[in-house]
């Protein structure tokens, strides 16, 4: 696979086709989160894991894929009533199915699990990826993995790059990168909250 091209004094994150500090919010209506922006966003995300080990992260990226790509046929299967992911869940439901709903279920602790990684180290400077990365795991992914899952995904938290290697790959200019990631992550964070909060409401049961 090829390497990313990074733009010159730009971060890892400028070649993403999607981000989440770029995906409308309409707090006017209950925090609906446009869709096509979330879902190009969530899908931007997983190129992250190829800098983390495309071997081992390899479940997790898959993972996250399969879940967009269950969001997106349910949009693109009924444009007008998916415009933001809450109505898509509302009117998928009302349909008797759950297919994408459950995607996004799965999508949303994916989403959290990685933010939580990074986001606790980027904050401990001496702490390496693998324990930010298991910490994480334990905490959002793991409870609702079976016995069969859980070595797979515990592989690929063992299998981290050094946290020195890892943040070199994000960008030349080391403080830009820190202030990038961390601006992507509290957006991502915003994010993950307002659909957790959703997913938990009566109207998101199946």
């Known amino acids: 696979m090829a390497a990313t091209q990074i733009p010159e004094g730009g971060t890892y994150?400028?070649?993403?086709?999607?981000?989440?500090?770029?995906?409308?919010?309409?707090?006017?209506?209950?925090?609906?989160?446009?869709?096509?922006?979330?879902?190009?966003?969530?899908?931007?995300?997983?190129?992250?894991?190829?800098?983390l080990g495309s071997v081992a992260f390899s479940p997790v990226k898959k993972d996250v894929l399969g879940n967009v790509e269950k969001l997106r046929k349910r949009y693109l299967a009924a444009p007008l009533e998916s415009q933001n992911i809450q109505d898509l869940v509302r009117n998928e439901l009302k349909t008797k199915s759950h297919t994408a709903t459950e995607g996004l279920l799965w999508l949303v602790r994916a989403l959290?699990?990685?933010c939580i990684a990074l986001s606790q180290n980027l904050a401990q400077e001496t702490t390496e990826l693998s324990d930010s990365f298991r910490d994480a795991y334990g905490a959002?992914?793991?409870?609702?993995?079976?016995?069969?899952?859980?070595?797979?995904?515990?592989?690929?938290?063992?299998?981290?790059?050094y946290r020195k290697d890892f943040y070199?790959?994000?960008?030349?200019?080391?403080?830009?990168?820190?202030?990038?990631?961390?601006?992507?992550?509290?957006?991502?964070?915003?994010?993950?909250?307002?659909?957790?909060?959703?997913?938990?409401s009566p109207e998101a049961k199946w």
């Open 13 to 51: 994150i400028d070649t993403f086709k999607g981000s989440f500090t770029t995906v409308p919010i309409d707090a006017e209506n209950a925090n609906a989160i446009s869709t096509a922006e979330f879902l190009d966003a969530s899908e931007s995300l997983t190129t992250m894991f190829d800098l």
């Open 112 to 114: 959290e699990f990685t």
């Open 140 to 161: 959002t992914l793991k409870p609702h993995h079976s016995f069969i899952v859980k070595p797979v995904f515990s592989a690929a938290m063992s299998a981290c790059p």
């Open 168 to 200: 070199v790959k994000l960008g030349t200019d080391q403080e830009k990168v820190k202030v990038e990631l961390r601006q992507y992550l509290e957006a991502l964070d915003k994010i993950v909250g307002i659909l957790k909060g959703f997913l938990e």
